[in-house]
């Protein structure tokens, strides 16, 4: 397998923060409807990548280049603007989709190249992000105070102690603890591979769940979450695995704690 050697651009943190606003710009353009895509803003100087790119390198070095296209902009730019101007709301949707994963997948390979390198890149954990959790709950001596809960996936929220580093958030509306800095760390590796033990609707749930998905898969499970009973069935025909899970998540009962308990099982 090769491996690329990260380029001194994939190391600044300025290129991070470039393609974590394009990311959000266009999430915001896959989430607009019939009634106001129109308004949404495509051109350069609303795009984060190219105010990067354009002072400090030839444009056709953006990882968005196509080749030989007008402006040099990519072939999923094109068609969404095209259908803008042409009142193609479908069109319009299925460009920006497109759009919105090439952005996601650069911005996690660059997420994943510097969360790697702490030493140059000492980033707290920001609010929102997933990490793992050692379990313990502690006092402001660093003494236990009760029982462990099982090491797991948690997120991060506000911090309001002048003690504490970090306050994290369980999943499944389980409560919230307040922990030092060395409880956490990035998601284990070995729980991506876990998911291979499990029914394809349950790898595709605990993803969802957790934080483990693509930006791709984030914006599809927003979708199913949001679909009309006919729409849910046409998002099945595509994606059978995450409507099976969505279907058994959220009306099964005991079905996602079970599903939980097997990951640990498979994991220790």
């Not at 729409?231 to 998540?249: C, H, M, S, W």
Request: charge should be negative.
């Amino acid at each position: 397998m090769n491996v690329m050697t990260p380029t001194e651009r994939d190391l600044d943190p300025k290129w991070l923060e470039a393609l974590n606003k394009s990311a959000t710009h266009h999430l915001d353009g896959v989430s607009r409807d019939e009634n106001n895509y129109g308004g949404f803003r495509l051109s350069g100087t609303n795009c984060a990548v190219c105010d990067y790119v354009g002072p400090t390198l030839p444009w056709h070095d953006c990882f968005l280049f196509d080749g030989g296209l007008r402006g040099g902009c990519c072939g999923e730019w094109w068609s969404a603007r095209t259908a803008q101007e042409n009142s193609d709301f479908s069109t319009f949707h299925s460009a920006e989709l497109a759009l919105y994963g090439r952005i996601c997948a650069e911005l996690e390979r660059v997420r994943k190249i510097q969360a790697v390198l702490p030493e140059t890149n000492p980033v707290p954990y920001p609010i929102g992000s997933k990490v793992w959790w050692d379990g313990m709950v502690m006092d402001m001596t660093g003494a236990g105070v009760q029982e462990p809960f099982p090491p797991q996936i948690v997120e991060v929220t506000y911090n309001n102690s002048s003690i504490f580093d970090y306050q994290i958030k369980l999943s499944g509306g389980r409560g919230k603890w307040f922990v030092y800095k060395n409880q956490l760390s990035l998601v284990p590796y070995k729980l991506q591979s876990t998911l291979e033990g499990l029914e394809p609707e349950e790898a595709a749930v605990l993803e969802w769940q957790q934080g483990l998905c693509s930006c791709f898969k984030k914006a599809l499970w927003e979708a199913i979450t949001r679909a009309d009973e006919d729409n849910l069935d046409l998002l099945e025909r595509g994606f059978p695995a995450e409507v099976k899970g969505y279907k058994l998540y959220a009306f099964e009962s005991g079905w996602w704690q079970a599903v939980e308990k097997k990951q640990r099982d498979l994991t220790i």
